[in-house]
């Protein structure tokens, strides 16, 4: 499943998830939603406003455009209620997909959806949220993927979630940023050991964090070594010095530089 808006973004977001189709021969699943726009003082409101259909048949005859020769490609306009009505029922379709690609959040940029929208499918949806940051190009996923480790359940479902996209990965790094654990390696390497049972080769590194930029030193090593894609679990404290329950899942959807899949 795909979020769609009127966003330049969008587009971005829609090609990556035809492109996994393809790869994966799945059916697509595209969601149109977004924010009514404010009425001025005095004007009899009408939904769907003259903006939003229009935008949304724009996104209607794109999607069908770039989904053809898929197995099975589905459009659906969620026709926005109130912020949490547009959080639910897109949450709600969420829940029918293996995968969900949406979008990070753009404060600088006109305000189509609400700003949590990703963290809430990511932890009401139970399924892997794959999300795009905002800026930059991404043709591909997964060949040279990073994985946040810290043995929790979250951290475990994101890697079992990210296996169809990392297994046959050219070399993913297994970071665990807990060094004050004295299992820290030795969970790095197992888990290494169940990517090789996938068809993946994986080298590790514990990483020693000594001040509260935590997900900045993640951030940093995503960039140092060219990572394509961050896995990690979302909301998940446990294992992760100095950083509270949700903190760093909404640091990572604020600063992220190359796509992320979050599992809960």
């Not at 490609?73 to 709600?92: K, M």
């Not at 591909?140 to 946040?148: F, Q, T």
Request: one cysteine or more; aromatic letters at 4%.
């Amino acid at each position: 499943m795909v979020h769609l808006d009127q966003g330049e973004r969008s587009a971005v977001r829609m090609a990556m998830a035809v492109s996994l189709a393809r790869l994966h021969g799945a059916q697509l699943i595209g969601v149109f939603g977004q924010r009514a726009q404010p009425h001025r003082v005095g004007v009899v409101a009408n939904w769907p406003s003259p903006e939003y259909s229009e935008a949304a048949a724009a996104s209607q005859r794109l999607f069908a455009q770039v989904s053809e020769g898929l197995p099975e490609a589905s459009w659906y306009d969620v026709n926005r209620g109130s912020d949490a009505e547009l959080l639910r029922q897109i949450t709600d379709f969420a829940r029918y997909a293996d995968l969900v690609v949406l979008g990070q959040h753009d404060d600088q940029a006109k305000p189509l959806t609400p700003h949590d929208l990703a963290e809430e499918v990511v932890l009401g949806s139970g399924r892997p949220v794959l999300i795009v940051p905002y800026a930059g190009e991404f043709t591909e996923v997964g060949r040279r993927p990073l994985i946040a480790w810290n043995a929790s359940r979250e951290s475990a479902h994101a890697v079992s979630d990210a296996l169809p996209l990392i297994a046959d990965c050219a070399e993913a790094v297994v970071v665990s940023l807990d060094a004050r654990h004295e299992h820290a390696k030795d969970g790095c390497q197992q888990l290494s050991a169940h990517l090789a049972c996938h068809g993946g080769h994986a080298k590790t590194e514990v990483l020693v964090v000594e001040d509260v930029g935590v997900m900045d030193v993640l951030l940093s090593r995503v960039s140092d070594v060219g990572a394509d894609l961050l896995v990690m679990g979302a909301h998940g404290p446990a294992g992760l010095p100095f950083v509270s329950a949700g903190a760093g899942t909404r640091h990572i959807l604020r600063h992220m530089i190359v796509p992320v899949l979050m599992s809960n």
